[in-house]
């Protein structure tokens, strides 16, 4: 034999043994699902920063989420070094350039110790729910079905959510076996109302009570839309139907489902309180509504029912119009909702002005899940942040923007077995947890370089940013916020249910 044949074949032994290895090995599902070739996926990511030192774009460029965000996810959730040498390559001159103003003094931390960061308040003692709690992390995992999300990936969140001590919302797609992992739960009814329909598609309260029986549900969240796709229904086609999706949503197998643009229980704010209150009482457990903002006359109407009779939802969430989805006319996603600074002082003002702004748990969402954007909404009002794509981001989501095509290539996305196989759920499931942690950990000890014990006693005042004239301004008057309702007061209240 001649030497390039041996050549070869040694090269060709190489790579059989370098894709052997590939499907077998557990950490990154692009090299299961795509042996020897996706070494380049991470080849390139690492010479990534020398490139584009000379061609294409740099950290801060890439959307919904840049090279910096991604970068601060992956290794936070591997627990590697996530820190950034040699000084921020940030532009701090852009208009919205948040600046956190340090203490003189700051806190010194006790431990450093991110096992917990509590809420401060308590979901549902606004309305005396018996399944009243406060949320132990201030840090939650977003909606996301299992249907738009793989059986591993849900997986993943749900451990995850176990390991970190934090609340995983099912998403509308009901719950599945993937679900059952022990991770506490939040249980969305969207209006498709998969794990509470009969056979007719109505809403059914004994097929509710039935879905949430002996599961970890603690709270029950009504969405009335979505900052991606708000006001509009879905499909999910026939082919995607497959058994274990249907009998989580309670539809038959491999028939087209469809979700209508609203609920049909309710269509005005009082029959929507009536509702929230029928399934609080059948239930015991605290009800919230989620909803992106459009029309700001809905928020004022709800908070003055509210204010009336002392019932209504016990949490809101609000969904920026930049937050995330399984699929979306472009339309919906990039022209419809207030994004989420603009949208979140309309609802916390509307309450705020009936003073029920205390006892009422607002969750934000919409591209939170890093330091800045989840303090700044934290300082806005915010009590809760719940986390999305960032939490994709974590089970090793490459940012590829396929989920609505099927082909997403890390099986984070998609309900095709030979991409989902790739993707171990039990390691995934610390990386979740690992993220979350961090987070938490950064967003206190930034709270202690301000010089308060707790994220949600950041004032206003202590943050600047950016104007479009050039000078930094607090965000008091820089941020749609309306100062009136932080008070002292405020504050005092929310230190004093952090120490009780
Ligand atoms: C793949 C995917 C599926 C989603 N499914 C739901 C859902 O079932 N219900 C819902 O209310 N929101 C859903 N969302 C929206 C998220 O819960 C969240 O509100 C939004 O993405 C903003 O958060 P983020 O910026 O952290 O992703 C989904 C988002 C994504 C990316």
């Not at 705020?352 to 303090?375: N, S, T, W, Y």
Request: aromatic content about 8%; proline content about 5%; glycine content about 10%.
């Amino acid at each position: 034999m001649t030497w390039w044949i041996w050549a070869l074949l040694v090269v060709g032994a190489a790579l059989a043994l370098l894709a052997l290895y590939d499907v077998t090995q557990k950490k990154h599902a692009i090299l299961r699902n795509f042996p020897v070739v996706g070494h380049l996926r991470y080849a390139l990511e690492k010479v990534g920063p020398e490139l584009r030192q000379y061609i294409v774009t740099d950290n801060d460029e890439e959307r919904p989420f840049s090279r910096d965000q991604r970068r601060w996810v992956y290794s936070s959730a591997k627990g590697e070094n996530s820190y950034f040498g040699f000084g921020t390559d940030n532009r701090t001159d852009i208009v919205g350039y948040p600046i956190f103003k340090h203490s003189a003094f700051p806190i010194v931390a006790e431990k450093d110790d991110n096992s917990t960061l509590p809420a401060a308040k308590v979901v549902g003692a606004r309305t005396g729910r018996p399944g009243a709690f406060r949320p132990a992390s201030i840090v939650n995992i977003s909606a996301m079905s299992f249907g738009s999300l793989s059986g591993p990936a849900i997986q993943a969140l749900n451990r995850g959510a176990v390991l970190a001590g934090c609340l995983h919302n099912t998403g509308e797609g009901g719950i599945s076996d993937h679900h059952r992992l022990g991770g506490d739960l939040v249980f969305q009814i969207g209006t498709g109302l998969f794990g509470a329909r009969d056979a007719d598609g109505q809403f059914s309260m004994d097929v509710l009570l039935e879905s949430i029986a002996d599961t970890p549900v603690r709270s029950i969240e009504l969405k009335l839309s979505q900052g991606a796709k708000p006001g509009l229904g879905g499909v999910l086609p026939a082919e995607k139907v497959t058994k274990e999706i249907a009998a989580a949503r309670g539809v038959p197998v491999g028939v087209t489902v469809r979700s209508p643009s609203r609920h049909a229980s309710f269509d005005d704010v009082p029959g929507l309180v009536a509702f929230v209150e029928s399934i609080a009482e059948a239930t015991g457990l605290p009800v919230g509504i989620k909803s992106a903002v459009g029309d700001a006359g809905f928020w004022l109407e709800l908070a003055s029912e509210m204010a009336t009779d002392g019932r209504g939802p016990d949490f809101i969430t609000v969904d920026g119009g930049e937050g995330g989805t399984g699929a979306a006319p472009l339309v919906f996603s990039d022209h419809v909702a207030l994004p989420f600074r603009d949208a979140f002082p309309v609802v916390f003002n509307a309450f705020a002005e009936r003073d029920i702004h205390h006892d009422v748990v607002f969750v934000g969402a919409g591209k939170l899940g890093f330091v800045p954007d989840a303090a700044i909404a934290l300082a806005m009002g915010v009590d809760v942040v719940a986390v999305g794509r960032e939490a994709m981001l974590a089970v090793g989501c490459i940012q590829a923007q396929k989920c609505h095509t099927g082909h997403c290539p890390t099986g984070v996305a998609t309900q095709t077995r030979r991409l989902t196989r790739g993707l171990d759920p039990t390691d995934k499931a610390e990386r979740v947890a690992s993220y979350i942690r961090a987070l938490r950990h950064d967003l206190l000890s930034l709270s202690h370089a301000i010089g308060v014990v707790h994220p949600s006693l950041v004032r206003l005042d202590q943050i600047a940013l950016r104007t479009s004239d050039g000078r930094m301004a607090d965000a008091t008057t820089a941020l749609p916020a309306d100062p009136r309702w932080f008070t002292d007061e405020r504050r005092d209240r929310l230190a004093a249910a952090l120490a009780g």
